[in-house]
């Protein structure tokens, strides 16, 4: 199964990509995580996102889609994955298919979750995410077993430098215009399920299995 995770900065795309690979047993691929890790490793193409992701700018899609482009050739990803954070524009998306084709692929399904702006700053304000292996926790929905310290890696938890107020303020902003479009995108192709991430991350979860007929 190839899936889509699509929605506004704070929606719970990680969380709940996290908890279906799980599930399905299948890849977790985050753009946004593959991003960090290069910054962390303090390579090129992580220096180059940066500068974006600092200021809540999206990377430019040449970038974006050749490192996506590698991640999916890799062959954990032969029997499905789970994109989260990708594609984020309409030429992403376009490059996706034409990527997915080649490979007698398709997206199975789209699912955009949804939920108010002032919930959106409020979710991204209380977050904190492992520094080793990206877990995603909230202070005050979904707290760590033991303060700081993440419960899957025993890594240390930090404050993504993006959940900083007016760079959220920013982030949502860039999704409306240029990530919202593909909802449209998505609904004309027969791929949109949409859900309301209202009722807790387990709530959430469910809604999806049950949209995807996953038991
Ligand atoms: P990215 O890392 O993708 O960030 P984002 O899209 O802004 O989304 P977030 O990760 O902030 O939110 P999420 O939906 O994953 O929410 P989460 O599950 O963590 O991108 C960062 C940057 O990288 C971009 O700004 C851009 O610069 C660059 N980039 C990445 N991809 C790109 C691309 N394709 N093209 C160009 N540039 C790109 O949940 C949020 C919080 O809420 C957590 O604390 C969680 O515990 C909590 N929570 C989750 N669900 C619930 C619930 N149902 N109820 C209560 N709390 C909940
Ligand atoms: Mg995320
Ligand atoms: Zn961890």
């Not at 719970?12 to 290069?38: C, N, W, Y």
């Not at 955009?112 to 080793?132: P, Q």
């Amino acid at each position: 199964m190839n899936l889509v995770m699509l929605g506004p900065p704070g929606a719970g795309k990680g969380t709940q990509a996290a908890l279906l690979a799980e599930k399905l047993g299948i890849p977790h691929v985050a753009s946004g995580d593959l991003f960090r890790e290069a910054l962390k490793e303090q390579t090129e193409l992580g220096l180059t996102a940066q500068s974006y992701m600092d200021r809540g700018e999206l990377v430019p899609d040449e970038v974006t889609i050749a490192m996506v482009e590698e991640r999916l050739a890799r062959s954990d990803c032969d029997g499905g994955v789970i994109l989260d954070g990708f594609p984020r524009t309409i030429e992403q998306a376009g490059a996706l298919k034409g990527l997915l084709h080649d490979q007698e692929k398709v997206i199975d399904a789209a699912i955009f979750i949804d939920a108010a702006e002032d919930e959106l700053v409020r979710r991204l304000s209380s977050r904190w995410t492992c520094r080793n292996c990206q877990a995603i926790y909230n202070v005050i929905s979904n707290p760590p077993r033991v303060e700081g310290r993440c419960d899957i890696c025993g890594g240390e938890l930090y404050q993504r430098a993006d959940d900083v107020p007016e760079t959220v303020r920013n982030r949502i902003l860039v999704y409306r215009q240029q990530t919202s479009p593909l909802i449209d995108y998505y609904r004309d192709e027969g791929l949109l399920v949409t859900i309301k991430s209202e009722g807790g991350i387990e709530r959430v979860q469910q809604k999806i299995l049950e949209a995807l007929q996953i038991t």
